[in-house]
C-alpha cells in the first residue's frame, strides 16, 4: 500500500502531519512525535507582537544615553540592520531541525506587513525546510474595508516571500466574502500552500469575577465539514497544495480529506487527548480501508471527491443548503431526527 503523498515540495511517507501545539513546543516533543510517525511537524507560531516587543526593548537600550556621549552614537547599528527576534523560537528551530528527519515547519502568526517579517528570514537561516504563515486578525475598526484587510493581509504574504526561499503554507480563515478568489490571490502573492482552516479561539465571560477570559476548547470530527468543503471547491481550480486541518480524530476524517483533494491532514487535538500513539493507529485503519476496497495508493484517493469530479457539484452550492433544510423529518414515534 502506496500511503506517500507530497506536500510543498517533499514528498511525505504518509499524509498525516502533526500540526502547531504544545506537543511540539521543545526538542524532546519533536522527537517524540517523529518516532510515532508523524510526516512532517509544524512548530508552534511566533508571534508579531512577541518579534516588535523585542525589537522595542532593544530601540531603547540604543538610543539609551547617546544624547550624553557623543561617542555612543556610531556604538550600535541601526535597527533596520540589526536582526533581532525571538532567541528562544530559533534555537527551537535550529535543535529540532538538528534532531529529526521529517520535514519541519516553522510557524510565523501575524497580520499586517512590517519589520517583523524579516524574522521569517532568521526561522530559515536556524534551519526550518518551511514557513507556515498564520493569518489571523479580528477587525474591529468600524472604518476598516473588507478590500482593506485582504489587502493587508496579500501584503503580508508578499513581504514574507521576499524574505525566504522555503516553502510557504498560507493559515487562512473561511471569513472572506469572496474565499475561492481570495485563495487564488494568495497563491499568486506566494503562497505553495493553503492551510483551512485557522480555528479561532473565543473569549468567555467569568460570571464571578466579571471579566473577559480565554477559553479553549479542542475540536471534533464535526468541525471537519467546513474545511472539506471549501478544499473539495478548490481542488483543480488553484494550483496549490492544500492541508486540511479541524476537526481530523480518525481515519474516516483522513480518507474525506484526501477525497476532497487535501495533501495532508493536519492533527493536534486527536493527539492531545489520546496520546501521539494515535498515529499509527489511524494509518494502520487508514491502510485496512483502502486495501478492503482495492486503493493501491493515496493518490488515487487525492481529489476523487472533489467539486471537479463529483456528477453533482450542486452538494458544494446552493443546493446542499436547501437539500439540509428540508432533511430534517419526523418519526411515526414523534422522533425527530
Known sequence: MDLKTKYLGFELKHPLVASASPLSSNVAGVRRLEDANAAAIVLPSVFEEQIEKQDKILDHYMDFGTHSFAEALDYF???????????????????AKAAVDVPLIASLNGDSPGGWTNYAKLIEQAGADALELNLYHISTDSSMSSSDVEKMYLDTVSEVRKQVSIPIAVKLSPFFTAFAYSAKEFCNAGADGLVLFNRFYQPDYDLDMLEVVPHLVLSNSDELRLPLRWIAILYGQIETDFALTSGVHNHKDVLKGLMAGANVTMMTSELLKKGVGRIDDILAKLTKWMKKRDYESVMQLQGSMSMKHVADDD????????KVLQSWKEDPTGKMY
Do not use: D, H, I, Q
Not at 83 to 94: A, N, T
Not at 315 to 322: Q, S
Open 315 to 322: 452538494a458544494f452550492e446552493r443546493a446542499n443548503y436547501m
Open 77 to 95: 547599528p541601526e535597527p533596520e540592520e540589526f536582526k533581532v527576534g525571538p532567541s528562544e523560537y530559533l534555537k527551537l528551530v535550529s535543535e
